[in-house]
C-alpha cells in the first residue's frame, strides 16, 4: 500500500505542477481556470451548480466568478423569474480560454496514452471512472 501511496503523491505532484505551468502562463489562477473548464465543458449554470462542480462553497465561487467577470472571462445573468439566481457563462474570451487549456489536457492525455498500450487505456479509463464515482 505504501508504493501505491507513493505513486498516487509522484503522479498528483506531477500533475499539479504540469497544471500550474500552464497556468502560469495566462493572467488566471487555478481556481479561475477550473471554473473556465467546468463552464466551457458544462455551459451556463448557476453558482450553486459551479460551487458543487467546483467542490467548494459557494461563497469561494462567489469570489472565483467576482474575478473572472473583472477579467472579462465570465458575466451573470440574472434569471428574468427569479432575480436572486444567477447564472453564469463564458464570454467570448472565457471560451477561448476554455479551448486553449483544453487543448492542453488533451496533449497531457495523448502524452500519457502513448505510453500506454490500448489496453492499458482501457483500464486506466475503466479505473479512473470508477475511482471519480466511488471515492470523489
Known sequence: MEELTEQLFEFYNGFSTWESSVIRASDLSVSEAHAIEILGEHGRMNMKTLAEKL???????TVTVDRLERKDYARREALKEDRR??????????KQAFLE???????LTEQIAAV???????????????????VF
Not at 467542490?55 to 465561487?61: A, D, E, H, R
Open 85 to 94: 439566481v444567477n447564472l453564469i457563462s463564458l464570454s467570448e474570451k472565457g
Open 116 to 134: 500506454l498500450s490500448v489496453e492499458e487505456v482501457t483500464q486506466l479509463h475503466s479505473l479512473l471512472q470508477k475511482i471519480n464515482r466511488e
Open 55 to 61: 467542490g467548494v462553497t459557494t461563497g469561494t465561487t
Open 101 to 107: 487549456h483544453h487543448r492542453y489536457h488533451v496533449q
